[in-house]
T-cell receptor, first 116, second 116 residues
Framework: NAGVTQTPKFRILKIGQSMTLQCTQD?????MYWYRQDPGMGLKLIYY???????DKGEVPNGYNVSRSTTEDFPLRLELAAPSQTSVYFC???????????????FGDGTRLSIL | AQSVTQLGSHVSVSEGALVLLRCNYS??????LFWYVQYPNQGLQLLLK??????LVKGINGFEAEFKKSETSFHLTKPSAHMSDAAEYFC??????????????FGAGTQVVVTP
């Protein structure tokens, strides 16, 4: 199992450019998440998805968009990149059911994005 | 609203000494609690989790944590630090409520340095 795979690992963008951060998981998890990590701030939830075709905003969604056309893939789109979006982005997934235990999230290795 | 507070952004411990990382949460409903570890340039890895049942939870790499409802705490400990424990540690809380199901709130993280 590869788990959660994120590409690219590093990227430098110019202000105003756009890009898509890719995330795929091979664990048949229904829930997927995008976080950003800034020094001393922990992880902040950008968007999440409870299944194919269903997405919702997290704590810091402005400037980002997502889609979920398949169970495996959950790309994050940055439109009109701004310096404030310089961060490390993590994708995660989990297998959640309607009842029972709250399952842990599995994380990818992150994408380090700089916007200059 | 739920929140997570990790006391101490940086902790320095001597090799062989006790590791104690503090985590307090606020919650109006029973929480699900997690500790994750992040090594440099990697994603988060699950150390341990508390869902229901026994309040003393054992995890990987010799770590354990105790859920204390009366103190709203979930402190992480390891009896004897090893050089390989140098990393950043995150406490996270989740809830089985309609608007929070599947989502985690993360603390700001504690960076652990181990000195010889």
């Amino acid at each position: 199992n590869a788990g959660v795979t994120q590409t690219p690992k590093f990227r430098i963008l110019k202000i105003g450019q756009s890009m898509t951060l890719q995330c795929t998981q091979d664990m048949n998890h229904n829930y997927m998440y995008w976080y950003r990590q800034d020094p001393g701030m922990g992880l902040k939830l950008i968007y999440y998805s409870v299944g194919a075709g269903i997405t919702d905003k997290g704590e810091v969604p402005n400037g980002y968009n997502v889609s979920r056309s398949t169970t495996e893939d959950f790309p994050l789109r940055l439109e009109l990149a701004a310096p404030s979006q310089t961060s490390v982005y993590f994708c995660a997934s989990s297998k959640m059911t309607g009842t029972g235990n709250f399952q842990p999230q599995h994380f990818g290795d992150g994408t380090r994005l700089s916007i200059l | 609203a739920q929140s997570v507070t990790q006391l101490g952004s940086h902790v320095s411990v001597s090799e062989g000494a006790l590791v104690l990382l503090r985590c307090n949460y606020s919650s109006s409903v029973p929480p699900y609690l997690f500790w994750y570890v992040q090594y440099p340039n990697q994603g988060l890895q699950l150390l341990l989790k508390y869902t229901t049942g026994a309040t003393l939870v054992k995890g990987i790499n010799g770590f354990e944590a105790e859920f204390k409802k009366s103190e709203t705490s979930f402190h992480l400990t390891k009896p004897s630090a090893h050089m390989s424990d140098a990393a950043e540690y995150f406490c996270a809380v989740g809830h089985m409520t309609t608007d929070s199901w599947g989502k985690l709130q993360f603390g700001a993280g504690t960076q652990v340095v181990v000195t010889p």
